[in-house]
């Protein structure tokens, strides 16, 4: 015989492995610390300045 499921039960273990995963993405997405954003935010700062710095000006040919 067919093992009897209780088909609540199977859907909210379902949707809990749903929340699960979503959540596990999110923390590979937003999941950052502090210091490690302010280290990239400077990073892209000091690479526009040093870009910046060594744009020739069109106005001095």
Do not use: W, Y
């Not at 596990?24 to 999941?31: E, M």
């Not at 954003?37 to 040919?61: C, F, N, V, W, Y």
């Amino acid at each position: 015989m067919a093992e009897i499921v209780n088909l609540r039960r199977v859907r909210k273990a379902k949707a809990r492995r749903d929340r699960e995963s979503e959540a596990d993405a999110n923390r590979r997405r937003f999941g950052r610390t502090k210091a490690e954003k302010t280290a990239d935010k400077d990073t892209k700062i000091r690479a526009r300045r040093s870009l910046d710095g060594k744009q020739l000006d069109p106005d001095k040919s």
